[in-house]
């Protein structure tokens, strides 16, 4: 086997065994109501404790993790929690719920015929199945002694970016801050969270997936009702854009900053 072939196939297994060894940190669960269910990941703190609060990150995943394996959604963004380091920094339940295949975070019709796609929300129809039942998994949580409701966050990527806006737009008292990647959403709903969140957009420039027009104008509408978002555009980014934003100088010690108080 030629050296290259070895190191190439070294490094595949070594981030499959890194994957396995992130996933277990994240234990499995399902969130049931009656008929409905939904599959998740929760990732405690170290040395985790019911006599202690803690702040809860809400992470929404993007199209391509959808299904009910409840491991998919972690391939974007779960890393960036379960390093030694940001879990002794920031010591934090982590929660991944996976939406099932078909489905959607946000009430949005999808023109996949076009690229980028054109995007048209639908709030007033009232919220997804998906975005119910994590609405109500996150109620339940909260109501938890151990978990600190003046830092509760959300944070998603593509369709889970497009999710944050929306439960933004109806749980706006829940949310301490917010991070959007590489989604949208309706401007219209801006103003009943647009002074009370602070957020963090990020796209990429040469997204051809989703527009970062849609960023752009939601964060000109935060700003024209009253908020002040953190706007970063990458120019030599494409959809991916969580890439760079994960590793952005200050992306968590600023989310953790926030508080409700």
Not at 108 to 121: E, G, I, S
Request: glycine share 8%; net charge negative.
């Amino acid at each position: 086997m030629e050296a290259k072939t070895f190191l190439a196939l070294f490094l595949c297994l070594l981030g499959a065994y890194s994957l396995q060894a992130q996933n277990e940190l994240y234990e499995e669960a399902v969130f049931k109501n009656n008929s409905d269910s939904l599959q998740y990941r929760i990732m405690y703190p170290e040395g985790f404790s019911e006599t202690k609060q803690y702040p809860v990150v809400l992470f929404l995943h993007g199209a391509g993790e959808r299904g009910n394996d409840n491991t998919k959604q972690l391939a974007h963004g779960s890393s960036l929690f379960s390093t030694s380091e940001h879990r002794d920094q920031y010591p934090a339940i982590i929660i991944f719920p996976q939406c099932p295949a078909g489905q959607y975070w946000a009430n949005v019709d999808v023109n996949r015929q076009v690229q980028p796609y054109t995007l048209d929300f639908n709030y007033e129809k009232g919220p997804t199945k998906p975005m119910e039942l994590v609405m109500e998994l996150m109620d339940g949580i909260l109501a938890e002694p151990y978990t600190k409701k003046e830092q509760v966050y959300v944070m998603g990527l593509s369709m889970g970016g497009m999710g944050t806006y929306e439960i933004l737009y109806r749980k706006p008292e829940m949310f301490a801050a917010a991070v959007a990647i590489c989604g949208g959403g309706d401007p219209k709903t801006v103003k009943t969270y647009a002074k009370e969140v602070p957020m963090w957009i990020f796209h990429g420039a040469m997204d051809n997936v989703v527009d970062p027009i849609y960023s752009l104008q939601m964060g000109s509408q935060i700003l024209e009702d009253g908020g002040f978002p953190n706007i970063t555009i990458y120019s030599d980014a494409n959809h991916n854009s969580w890439d760079p934003a994960f590793v952005e100088p200050g992306l968590l010690k600023w989310l953790f900053s926030k508080t409700t108080n």
